[in-house]
């Protein structure tokens, strides 16, 4: 099983641009990297998912080099309401998704 | 459309009752999850059904038990809760197009005394 490492908080400010970044070492072939949103009290909420390479969408870009052993979540131009945690899962397909979540990382984005 | 539904939201039981813990989604998707979350520790899987039919055990099964009642509806149940099992325990279900895309319900917070 994937053994995932990730920072337990960092401080942005708002408008700035943030970068987390997630190490899983032992990651398997066919693992998929995904990050997803939690605040409290609530459930979390995917947010980006990818295989290699880098993939964007509108809320956010994830960059996943050749060996795969680590990934970069970012963020741009973050606001007050970005203020959550952040966790980097690892998972793999079979017919379901099962998945190993990392501790997750603490934002603050301050005003 | 609800997405996914958890009862209860909130549950203290004693050291060795049993209870179940119910999910609900209505999104047609055929895989669900169950996971518990510890104070300031991610999520860890318990069990998943990959579709109707069909369970598989996660990282931390033991002391659970899980029934794919249908495609909508998958339960957790504790035969003889332990205080270790105090939790806040998350359900989620999948599609088969984005598997990797999970929605969660809004958790039922658990306490064993």
């Known amino acids: 099983l994937a053994k995932i490492t990730q920072p337990i908080s960092m401080d942005s400010y708002e408008g700035q641009e943030v970068n987390i970044t997630c190490s899983h070492n032992?990651?398997?072939?066919?693992?998929?990297i995904t990050w997803y949103q939690q605040f409290p009290s609530q459930g979390p909420r995917f947010i980006i998912q990818g295989y290699k390479t880098k993939v964007t969408n509108e809320v956010a870009s994830l960059f996943i080099p050749a060996d795969r052993k680590s990934s970069t979540l970012s963020l741009p131009r973050v606001s007050l309401s970005d203020t959550a945690v952040y966790y980097c899962l690892v998972g793999f397909n079979t017919g379901g998704f099962k998945t190993i979540f990392g501790a997750g990382t603490r934002l603050f984005v301050k005003a | 459309n609800a997405g996914v539904t958890q009862t209860p939201k909130f549950q203290v039981l004693k050291t060795g009752q049993s209870m179940t813990l119910q999910c609900a989604q209505d999104?047609?998707?055929?895989?669900m999850y169950w996971y518990r979350q510890d104070p300031g520790m991610g999520l860890r899987l318990i069990y998943y059904s990959a579709s109707e039919g069909t369970t598989d055990k996660g990282e931390v099964p033991n002391g659970y038990n899980v029934s794919r009642l249908n495609k909508r509806e998958f339960s957790l149940r504790l035969e003889s809760a332990a205080p270790s099992q105090t939790s806040v325990y998350f359900c989620?279900?999948?599609?088969?197009?984005?598997?990797?895309?999970?929605?969660f319900g809004p958790g039922t917070r658990l306490t064993v005394t």
């Open positions: 999104m047609n998707h055929n895989s």
């Open positions: 989620a279900s999948s599609g088969r197009l984005a598997p990797y895309e999970q929605y």
């Open positions: 032992n990651i398997a072939t066919n693992d998929y």
